[in-house]
């Protein structure tokens, strides 16, 4: 029986697959959805809370006060809502969609992500599948994707990267289809991916390389000639720029302008430096990717393999080294680990078809080392996901919750913390002092802020502020919860000094 070729390269018997429940697959989505169970009813007070928190905030915010997604605010500094600028808040927005009709319950907050996460393992697959990769490359990469501990935690944590990464995959999954048949329908379906991918979160940029190395690489360069291969693209790009400057103008807090500065532009000149390269791969192979998958993956990036497989091991290659240089030159100025999620993808690609590539050898030292990369990666799996489980806030959540229940609605916190997370696990407005251990000017922005509705002082770490901490036991009746030092401050109009 002759075999026919289609692009790149494959078989039409690898076809007769797709006409089959592809059981392994199955297996993967059920496992993605069972290794989340545990944790769905965990409150948000693990690793990156004070991210988590923010994005639990503005959930908040949509239920109470207004469903628009244009509008996203938090809790602190002020009693009112708080806008700020971020990127497009679809997780946040979506989880107040069932709030609104199931009522508040913490496993909501996990519910959309993890949906996401199980819906990128069968992603993977389908973006494996559609540059004609063998069925085993394909459930390889799912699984990859599903062992990687950062994609694990990330993948049920109340924040963008998870949908970020969706949006990354159905860009690419999308882009291979227009290169196929170069459509005006599939090139508006490829700009609308890509619209999804920069609003869900700008990082996701590191993949534009792959599409422009999927289109070149089957079109040739000719195909950037056509209108319907650029004009989406830039449409998608004009959108999110416009979305950004409007958010930008509008908000209290402008976090993406202020990123962009404090973390890329004001370290340009470490481009130039090898211990930036070596700290960001040291990271990402050690950590964000892990000890197994990393050297699959490299091995993927240089081994030898047909011809049919090139285009997904260049479309693949490239994206990791946009995500690489980005995770260099941004995520190593700033404790920002979760940054380094753009790195799993395409480490997990690269890494099944290397794996891939050592098992059809037939040689038993190079089966014998695929082995053990599963095996490793399977390992690392179990040892290091629950650390990032770690209920490292479960103090201040236990305080906030007292907070909740004991302070009036309309008293906020005037709040001396390394991070705001008082503010949501309270559900309460208020005030961050940044001024130190400065009794005369603390005392003076706590009147202040008594004035206009701070109802209790809190202290995240009185030994980090003694000074602080003695005016306030000398002036006010306090108490200690959980390691915190609180401040309960009197009624409005008690006192012209707003002492008790």
């Known amino acids: 029986m002759t075999k026919t070729t289609l692009a790149y390269g494959q078989p039409s ?3 007769d ?12 989505l059920f496992i993605s959805i069972l290794i989340h169970l545990p944790t769905l009813n965990m409150p948000l007070i693990s690793i990156d809370a004070w991210r988590q928190t923010d994005e639990e905030s503005i959930v908040y915010h949509f239920v109470h006060n207004s469903m628009n997604i244009l509008h996203p605010a938090v809790f ?25 009709v199931l009522g508040w319950h913490i496993w909501l907050l996990h519910l959309i992500p993890d949906a996401c996460f199980s819906c990128n393992v069968w992603l993977c697959y389908r973006v494996a599948r559609a540059f004609s990769a063998p069925v085993g490359i394909a459930r390889t990469a799912a699984a990859m994707y599903l062992l990687t501990p950062y994609d694990i935690y990330y993948g049920q944590a109340l924040m963008p990267e998870v949908v970020m990464t969706t949006g990354m995959l159905l860009s690419v999954w999308s882009t291979v289809c ?21 609003l869900a979160k700008l990082p996701s940029a590191t993949v534009l390389p792959a599409l422009a190395v999927v289109v070149i690489g089957e079109q040739g360069f000719s195909i950037l000639a056509r209108a319907r291969t650029w004009v989406p693209v830039f449409v998608a790009i004009a959108i999110t720029w416009f979305y950004t400057a409007y958010e930008g103008k509008q908000a209290a807090h402008a976090f993406i302008t202020g990123d962009t500065h404090a973390y890329l532009l004001q370290h340009l000149g470490d481009v130039f430096h090898p211990q930036t390269y070596l ?20 091995y993927g990036c240089f081994c030898a393999c047909p011809n049919a497989l090139a285009p997904f091991r260049q479309a693949f290659a490239a994206w990791l080294s946009g995500a690489f240089l980005f995770t260099a030159w941004v995520a190593t100025h700033n404790a920002l680990h979760y940054y380094y999620i753009v790195l799993t993808v395409p480490a997990a690609m690269l890494a099944s078809l ?11 030292p190079l089966r014998t080392m695929a082995a053990a990369i599963v095996c490793g990666a399977v390992t690392i799996s179990v040892v290091a996901t629950p650390t990032y489980y770690q209920p490292a806030e479960a103090p201040a959540y236990r305080l906030g919750r007292q907070l909740q229940a004991e302070l009036p609605a309309n008293e906020g916190i005037a709040l001396v913390a390394s991070s705001p997370i008082l503010f949501d696990y309270a559900k309460r407005g208020g005030w961050r002092w940044y001024g130190g251990d400065k009794t005369a000017a603390y005392a003076q922005w706590l009147q202040q802020k008594w004035k206009v509705g701070a109802g209790v002082a809190v202290i995240e770490d009185p030994r980090a502020y003694p000074d602080l901490s003695e005016w306030l036991k000398k002036q006010y009746s306090t108490q200690v919860r959980d390691g915190h030092l609180l401040a309960w401050l009197p009624p409005r109009g008690m006192t012209k000094d707003g002492r008790a």
């Open 17 to 28: 697959h797709q006409k089959r429940l592809d059981w392994p697959l199955f297996a993967l």
């Open 76 to 100: 602190y500094d002020g009693l009112g809502p708080q806008r700020v600028q971020l990127e497009l808040q679809i997780i946040p927005w979506l989880t107040a969609c069932l709030v609104h």
């Open 178 to 198: 227009y290169a196929k048949k170069p459509t005006w329908e599939r090139s508006i379906v490829t700009g609308l991916a890509i619209c999804l991918m920069l």
């Open 354 to 364: 290397g794996v891939w590539q050592l098992w059809r050898s037939h040689r038993l």
């Open 279 to 298: 700290q960001a791969g040291w990271f990402g192979a050690t950590t964000a990717v892990g000890l197994a998958v990393a050297p699959a993956a490299l």
């Open 13 to 15: 018997n690898e076809m």
